[in-house]
């Protein structure tokens, strides 16, 4: 039985050494496309002394008569090179055999022609191979490793996986049913590193410890039950640590809210940051408690900064809240947001039913240009659930009434007042408030073992915090004699968020958990 978990792919310019299958290489391919057969013979055969040496299992690319002529362990093909029944006819018995896969049809022949495992990919762009076929995508992997269910055939994730996006690449391919890849193929992280070694033994940390942990089946969620009264509790004590340390909270966000958002995220205790220029996000990423990213003005400049921003947050474990604002009104704006999810891993992902039936292409709900047509998803609990496990992260759907999921629990919040959809922006708050508090979530969680995970805190309650700490201030600010339309509700809100107490939550907070 090969272990596919670290699956080092290389050729005759870079011959497997054996610092590198000493660091945690469990199997070597030997990929070349220019060489003659002479030539490509020498260097398999190089290889496999080399693999033989450390007890490593050597696959040969494509070239049936190679892997027979130095007996190795198994041959790998890709779409236009000989069929899998072929080859099992003229390989020993025992002798695994690869298939790569970019999509369900490929797969699906792959697994009835009776591949062993797939190479499935490209899940990022890469330099180290000419891409003929799209990007699968980190978030498109899930749905291919959904079909292997009840099957032995194993999955390895191909194309331009890194120490750097690793964590996030096994964390997002998760499929809905759980099903994780089985190893990973890399090339130049490991081959092309000067301390092959190290490189190898940090690339396999990563995989151990994310296996040992509990990310592939809970994904965000932190704990396996909730109850309304816990979920107050810990919403108060996020509420109070925002307060008592002052987090920043780094947003690119909307040009028509960002003062209103500055505002809110002062009131509610944290400290705002509003920079979108992509040479500052690496340093912002350390020093600040969570990200919002919020696409309601889409320009290139701000664009640029998201994608880095993003992949900065999930290096150091910091919560990200996303907003796809008007994600259906245009074709820029979906390609824009699925290339900002499968760069990095949202944490929250924040909309109203008509922009979340757009993320997960669903057609119940119609939306027009930010806002929501109709009357909403006919079941709304089972909608976000399924979205949130897809998503691998927690999900808020806005509305009258906000339905927000970890993938497992459901909280159901009937708080809030239709002041809220008479200002511009109050999504926007939404979400510099959901951010504030993931921000005091992470505090909160600082010194626990969380080395599999991609964020730090209960970013569940985070959610329902920030929510709770919006619609019940709104319905307080309504209550004021001095509010007499939109235009004094705003600043009385702003000013229900600075003096909202722990007792306000508790006595007005109307919450169920399904």
Same mark, same amino acid.
């Given at each position: 039985?090969?272990?596919?978990?670290?699956?080092?792919?290389?050729?005759?310019?870079?011959?497997?050494?054996?610092?590198?299958?000493?660091?945690?290489?469990?199997?070597?391919?030997?990929?070349?496309?220019?060489?003659?057969?002479?030539?490509?013979?020498?260097? *398999?055969?190089?290889?496999?002394?080399?693999?033989?040496?450390? &007890?490593?299992?050597?696959?040969?690319?494509?070239?049936?008569?190679?892997?027979?002529?130095?007996?190795?362990?198994?041959?790998?093909?890709?779409?236009?090179?000989?069929?899998?029944?072929?080859?099992?006819?003229?390989?020993?018995?025992?002798?695994?055999?690869?298939?790569?896969?970019n999509n369900i049809q490929e797969l699906d022949k792959a697994v009835g022609d009776g591949a062993d495992y797939v190479g499935i990919g490209a899940v990022w762009s890469t330099t180290t191979k000419t891409l003929n076929k799209p990007v699968v995508g980190v978030r498109g992997v899930g749905e291919l490793l959904r079909k292997l269910d009840g099957t032995s055939?194993?999955?390895?994730?191909?194309?331009?996986?890194? =120490?750097?996006?690793?964590?996030?690449?096994?964390? !997002?391919?998760?499929?809905?049913? &759980?099903? *994780?890849?089985?190893?990973? *193929?890399?090339?130049?992280?490991?081959?092309?590193?000067?301390?092959?070694?190290?490189?190898?033994?940090?690339?396999?940390?990563?995989?151990?410890?994310?296996?040992?942990?509990?990310?592939? /089946?809970?994904?965000?969620?932190?704990?396996?039950?909730?109850?309304? !009264?816990?979920?107050?509790?810990?919403?108060?004590?996020?509420?109070?640590?925002?307060?008592?340390?002052?987090?920043?909270?780094?947003?690119?966000?909307?040009n028509v809210s960002i003062a209103q958002s500055a505002n809110a995220t002062i009131a509610l205790g944290a400290s705002p940051i509003m920079a979108t220029t992509v040479q500052e996000m690496e340093d912002i990423s350390r020093i600040n408690g969570a990200l919002l990213v919020n696409i309601g003005t889409l320009v290139s400049t701000a664009y +640029?900064?998201?994608?880095?921003?993003?992949? $900065?947050?999930?290096?150091? %474990? %910091?919560?990200?809240?996303?907003?796809?604002?008007?994600?259906?009104?245009?074709?820029?704006?979906?390609?824009?947001?699925?290339? =900002?999810?499968?760069?990095?891993?949202?944490?929250?992902? %924040?909309?109203?039913?008509?922009?979340?039936?757009?993320?997960?292409?669903?057609?119940?709900?119609?939306?027009?240009?930010?806002?929501?047509?109709?009357?909403?998803?006919?079941?709304?609990?089972?909608?976000?659930?399924? =979205?949130?496990?897809?998503?691998? $992260?927690?999900?808020?759907?806005?509305? %009258?009434?906000?339905?927000? @999921?970890?993938?497992?629990?459901? *909280?159901?919040?009937?708080?809030?007042?239709?002041?809220?959809?008479?200002?511009?922006? @109050?999504?926007?708050?939404?979400?510099?408030?959901?951010?504030?508090?993931?921000?005091?979530?992470?505090? =909160?969680?600082?010194?626990?073992?969380?080395?599999?995970?991609?964020?730090?805190?209960?970013? /569940?309650?985070?959610?329902?915090?920030?929510?709770?700490?919006?619609?019940?201030?709104? +319905?307080?600010?309504?209550?004021?004699?001095?509010?007499?339309?939109?235009?004094?509700?705003?600043?009385?809100?702003?000013?229900?968020?600075?003096?909202?107490?722990?007792?306000?939550?508790? +006595?007005?907070?109307?919450?169920?958990?399904?």
């Open positions: 039985m090969i272990d596919y978990s670290l699956y080092l792919v290389t050729g005759r310019e870079l011959l497997p050494q054996g610092q590198s299958l000493q660091g945690g290489v469990t199997v070597v391919q030997i990929r070349e496309k220019n060489t003659d057969t002479r030539e490509f013979l020498d260097v *398999a055969l190089r290889s496999k002394a080399i693999c033989d040496r450390y &007890n490593v299992p050597l696959i040969v690319n494509d070239r049936v008569d190679i892997a027979l002529a130095v007996q190795a362990a198994g041959v790998h093909v890709g779409q236009t090179d000989m069929p899998v029944s072929i080859a099992r006819k003229l390989l020993p018995r025992g002798t695994v055999i690869g298939v790569s896969c055939v194993k999955a390895v994730g191909i194309g331009g996986i890194k =120490l750097k996006n690793l964590l996030r690449t096994l964390h !997002g391919t998760v499929s809905t049913t &759980n099903r *994780a890849l089985d190893g990973v *193929a890399v090339v130049s992280e490991i081959v092309a590193s000067t301390r092959p070694r190290e490189a190898a033994a940090k690339l396999r940390e990563v995989l151990s410890v994310f296996r040992s942990g509990d990310s592939i /089946f809970k994904a965000m969620r932190t704990r396996s039950e909730y109850t309304a !009264g816990s979920v107050i509790d810990g919403v108060i004590q996020i509420m109070t640590c925002v307060r008592d340390h002052n987090p920043l909270v780094h947003q690119i966000t909307n +640029e900064g998201m994608v880095v921003a993003g992949s $900065c947050a999930n290096a150091q %474990k %910091k919560p990200v809240v996303f907003d796809p604002v008007g994600v259906g009104a245009s074709y820029f704006r979906q390609s824009s947001v699925n290339t =900002l999810l499968d760069s990095w891993q949202a944490s929250v992902i %924040k909309g109203n039913a008509g922009e979340l039936a757009a993320l997960a292409g669903s057609n119940e709900v119609q939306s027009k240009g930010v806002d929501t047509i109709g009357s909403g998803f006919e079941d709304p609990v089972s909608f976000v659930r399924n =979205l949130a496990r897809k998503e691998r $992260c927690v999900i808020v759907m806005s509305g %009258k009434i906000d339905y927000i @999921s970890d993938g497992a629990n459901v *909280a159901v919040l009937s708080n809030g007042h239709q002041m809220l959809g008479q200002i511009t922006g @109050s999504g926007c708050v939404a979400g510099s408030c959901i951010a504030s508090h993931c921000a005091g979530a992470m505090i =909160l969680a600082q010194g626990e073992d969380k080395e599999g995970r991609l964020v730090i805190g209960d970013v /569940f309650l985070g959610a329902i915090g920030g929510i709770l700490a919006l619609t019940i201030s709104a +319905e307080l600010a309504a209550l004021r004699e001095d509010v007499k339309g939109p235009g004094t509700f705003f600043p009385a809100l702003i000013d229900e968020l600075f003096t909202l107490t722990p007792r306000s939550i508790q +006595e007005r907070a109307r919450i169920q958990i399904q």
